[in-house]
Nanobody, 126 residues
């Protein structure tokens, strides 16, 4: 059974940091691009970052460039999202997702991704 389990969300003040984790099981982890997405209340889900299946190359959405860092540990089957300089606009439920295509194909388009976690809430207070 495929599982993606996010953790690390919480409440933080603006300017603070959080590190999200996405633990995966049930598929060949290092063959998959892993992405982070978020959805704020009343807004569409948007891509945040992804890590390419072949070499782990990172991709970032413009709003998070320079503040967020994605990394993956293929041995631990875990992807991390280090979030620094958080802003109230970063408040959302954060999801990780997996797809077997490379990041140059799937990028941050959520409709490509096959598997999804249940999400973790991130709240940034002003």
């Amino acid at each position: 059974e495929v599982q993606l389990v996010e953790s690390g969300g919480g409440l933080v003040q603006a300017g603070g940091s959080l590190r999200l984790s996405c633990a995966a099981s049930g598929f060949t982890f290092d063959d998959y691009t892993i992405g982070w997405f978020r959805q704020a209340p009343g807004k569409e889900r948007e891509g945040v970052s992804c890590s390419d299946s072949s070499d782990g190359s990172p991709y970032y959405a413009d709003p998070v460039k320079g503040r967020f860092t994605i990394s993956r540990d293929d041995v631990k089957r875990t992807v991390y999202l280090q979030m620094n300089s958080l802003k109230p606009d970063d408040t959302a439920v954060y999801y990780c997702a997996a797809d077997r295509h490379g990041a140059q194909t799937v990028g941050l388009s959520s409709w490509w991704y096959d598997y999804w976690g249940q999400g973790t809430q991130v709240t940034v207070s002003s």
